[in-house]
DNA sequence: GTCTATATCCCGATAGAC
DNA sequence: GTCTATCGGGATATAGAC
């Protein structure tokens, strides 16, 4: 019984979990030099020997918070399908992801700092996990063009822009609540940030 | 004399701006948090102390460079004045922002650090000086709108959106880079992005 | 697995001579 | 204005007992 496949999780991994939840919240805030593995061990109330003890290291606990934010953002992505429409399928994508930045704002915050800093840790799972996906949907644009069913857009160009305007709401929160005092929390303006983006990129790609 | 009103800037002026030079170029690359008054120092060529006779603390260093890079990023938004045509002024507008992108990318990463930190620094500045700004640019919005020039849209959420779009080039460079492989630097991408992000909003607003 | 104690290093900031 | 020297604090990480 060397490596256990159990269904229910283990003590130590429920402890990994608490600490990685720390982590997100606190590195997110302040970015992760922002952050002292004292504060994370506090917040995840552990003792920050016993936090070392499950992650070696500050860069390998920041290395295991990526990776599980990364694969969160992944998510959404799978609404863009040929066996939709163009219309519906973009317009799911932009609620889903609206709702990510409503939900997990910390994870795109993360993800955001990481970017920030020159993608040193997740540059290369960037072309390992999502260049294949990229790929796989701008093919799916491809094909919604030749068949007519949508305006012609360079697939790269087009998702760039849904994931800035979509993740704005949650990175740049602070702006927009200095200036429209209102949150994605207020389920107001969360329908008009949705219907706002969304006719945004229905517009453009009108046939 | 107290205050000489000369044109030409002291020694101690030039001084300052080569340190608030290197601060901006490794803040916007590791955060405050990351960057070390060391290496700004080495970085401007003057010793640590030297440069902590001019800016008494990180945090007013810091606060020094955000000021400036306000200052910067508001000049764009002349271009939406209601002496244009909104067609003209959208796409002025977002030349200019990607164009800032390019040249400014420290400046853009820095502000969004700023941001995701939660704004400790310029939420304040955010209402005093951007606030004004925004409404009244929404108000030429909505002289357009009214007038039948552009198509009815929430003019806050249309300037939040453009934002994004055009910052997310200097901001997520390096996703881009790792994605594409191309930058702004690249005139052919350049182009490419000021056009699908100008028919883009320019379809939105098609009366 | 968890703890106490501690090593080691770097950082921001100050003191005081010149 | 600029320097050398240094303080005091806090950070990551380790050693070793239990």
């Given at each position: 019984m060397a490596t256990p496949l159990r269904k229910t999780p283990s003590k130590s991994d429920r402890k990994r979990e608490v600490i990685l939840a720390a982590a997100l919240e606190l590195f997110s805030r302040s970015g992760v030099d922002g952050a002292s593995l004292d504060r994370v061990a506090e917040r995840a109330d552990v003792s920050k020997t016993n936090l070392i003890y499950y992650y070696p290291s500050k860069d390998a606990l920041y290395a295991a918070v990526l990776n599980n934010v990364l694969s969160l953002w992944l998510v959404?992505?799978?609404?863009?399908?040929?066996?939709?429409?163009p219309q519906e399928a973009i317009a799911t994508y932009i609620r889903q992801k609206i709702t990510f930045s409503r939900d997990h704002a910390d994870a795109s915050r993360l993800f955001c700092f990481e970017i920030l800093y020159?993608?040193?840790?997740?540059g290369g799972r960037l072309r390992d996990r999502l260049q294949p996906v990229m790929d796989e949907k701008a093919a799916v644009f491809a094909h919604w063009i030749a068949s007519g069913q949508m305006a012609a857009v360079d697939p790269y160009q087009f998702l760039y822009s849904l994931w800035a305007t979509t993740q704005h709401f949650a990175d740049f929160a602070s702006q927009i609540e200095a200036l429209?005092?209102?949150?994605?929390?207020d389920p107001a303006f969360f329908e008009e940030s949705v219907a706002h983006v969304t006719a945004l990129f229905l517009a453009r790609i009108r046939p």
């Open positions: 959404p992505l799978e609404a863009i399908d040929r066996a939709n429409s020159g993608a040193p840790v997740l429209s005092r209102r949150t994605l929390d």
